[in-house]
């Protein structure tokens, strides 16, 4: 099937700078990604949704400056933090969706952020 | 807005049994996909099954199937001849369709635990 790489796995930083998720579909194109943000033993909350060569779609409630999309390519999409707290501590998961694929989402591994 | 509900936060079950996980959904849209996500404590999110909302056949993966009612907005998951490594969170989603773009939206539920004890 198709891979998502996600990267870093775990990041640790200090509160007020900025850190930076890389998601990468290995061999497909993903015409659009999604970024979810879940806490221990919740649910999936959708972030945002990103598309190639546009501005992401921000979910009612997500700090567009808080949280920088750029899906700059078929191929990877990056999630920054910005000017990071404590509060931003989570686990964030991207998935990505090819051409033609009926619809299934393909999710990275995850990215565990704690701040500091 | 989509809101999908799963009822059970744990269920437990002994190996080779069977269980089944449920779930409902509300919506207005007529046109749509249900998925049952597996979440080990890997964090990787793993697709079990899909359903399309069209397609009446209820979807069937190996040892997982589902009971998909459309009319009752129901889509529950059994798991047959359940095994050690079937232990993990298990999450419905419920996919809305953006037309324009053939992509889609994804709402979770809030999961069911599910430990198979040997």
């Known amino acids: 099937g198709a891979v998502v790489s996600q990267h870093p796995s775990w990041v640790i930083c200090k509160s007020g700078t900025s850190v930076k998720i890389e998601c990468r579909s290995l061999d497909f194109q993903a015409t659009t990604m999604f970024w979810y943000r879940q806490f221990p033993k919740q649910s999936l909350m959708l972030m945002a949704t990103?598309?190639?060569?546009?501005?992401?779609?921000?979910e009612q409630g997500v700090e567009k400056d808080k949280f920088l999309i750029n899906h700059a390519s078929l191929t990877l999409s990056t999630l920054t933090v910005t000017s990071a707290h404590p509060e931003d501590s989570s686990f964030y998961i991207c998935?990505?969706?090819?051409?033609?694929?009926?619809?299934?989402?393909?999710f990275g591994a995850g990215t565990r952020l704690s701040v500091l | 807005a989509q809101t999908v509900t799963q009822s059970q936060p744990e269920m437990s079950v002994q190996e080779a049994e069977t269980v089944t996980l449920s779930c409902t959904y509300d919506t207005s849209e007529n046109n749509y996909y249900l998925f049952w996500y597996k979440q080990p404590p890997s964090r990787q999110m793993i697709l079990v099954i899909r359903?399309?909302?069209?397609?009446?056949q209820n979807a069937t993966e190996n040892r997982f199937s589902v009971n998909f009612q459309k009319a009752a907005k129901s889509f529950s998951l059994k798991i047959s001849d359940s095994q050690l490594g079937d232990t993990a969170m298990y999450f419905c989603a419920f996919m809305k369709l953006f037309y324009n773009t053939n992509a889609g939206k994804s709402t979770f539920g809030d999961g069911t635990t599910l430990t198979v004890k040997p």
């Open positions: 998935s990505a969706e090819g051409r033609g694929d009926k619809n299934i989402q393909y």
């Open positions: 990103s598309n190639e060569g546009s501005k992401a779609t921000y």
């Open positions: 359903q399309e909302a069209y397609k009446q």
